[in-house]
């Protein structure tokens, strides 16, 4: 059973515009999540987190936001470009269990 | 860019062999991780370690073992490795229960 879902295995945005990346999870316990981006050949790299008890996480260019009633957060990128294009992944995690549960990623692809 | 260092970074062996992965830091990090990705699947957690001796099962441990006898060292094996276990291997530290991780290089294994 997938606990953590990225539905959209990709998505083109043209340079300068918004990319919006989303995850949605079903184990209600979870309470941090987190994105990483990950370039071929590389291991992945932290990008920003969120608590649960907060809705909104900003960091420069990236947004995350998180709706708990929807078990829904999403990753928002602005302005776009080109280095962004990238696998990206979402990941939830539980106080106490000391692991995290990622999704299946989304390709992003920046067009320039 | 946090310590890990993870060896070999390319292996092939042939199926029914067992083979070991190497995970090293310098952080000295309580918790550390071994993650699988394949195509379709994302990331998924092998098994993690939450101290010298404490370690537990992930979402895919079937197969695999680990051992964690210093801080600094976190060992993946495969008993008798089996073309289902080709893939790319990650492995990652955390400082905290609950806060990011950052992941190795990885280790491509190819199971022939």
């Known amino acids: 059973d997938q606990q953590v879902k990225q539905n959209s295995p990709s998505l083109s945005v043209q340079e300068g515009r918004i990319s919006i990346l989303n995850c949605d999870y079903t184990?209600?316990?979870?309470?941090?999540f987190l994105w990483y981006k990950k370039y071929p050949a590389e291991g992945p790299t932290f990008l920003i987190s969120?608590?649960?008890?907060?809705d909104k996480n900003e960091d420069g260019r990236f947004t995350v936001f998180l709706n708990k009633s929807a078990k829904h957060l999403s990753l928002h990128i602005v302005p776009s470009q080109p280095g962004d294009s990238a696998v990206y992944f979402c990941a939830a995690s539980t106080s106490g269990t000391y692991k995290y549960i990622f999704g299946t990623g989304t390709r992003l692809k920046v067009l320039a | 860019d946090a310590g890990i260092t993870q060896s070999p970074r390319h292996k092939v062996t042939e199926t029914g062999t067992p083979v070991t992965l190497r995970c090293h830091q310098t952080e000295n990090h309580r918790y550390m991780y071994w993650y699988r990705q394949d195509p379709g699947h994302g990331l998924r957690l092998i098994h993690y370690s939450y101290g010298v001796k404490d370690t537990d099962k992930g979402e895919v441990s079937d197969g695999y073992s680990v051992s964690r006898s210093k801080t600094e060292d976190f060992l993946l094996t495969l008993e008798s490795a089996t073309s289902s276990q080709t893939s790319v291997y990650f492995c990652a530290i955390s400082e905290a229960a609950v806060t990011e991780a950052f992941f190795g290089q990885g280790t491509r294994l190819t199971v022939v």
């Open positions: 969120i608590s649960s008890i907060k």
């Open positions: 184990n209600s316990m979870f309470d941090y």
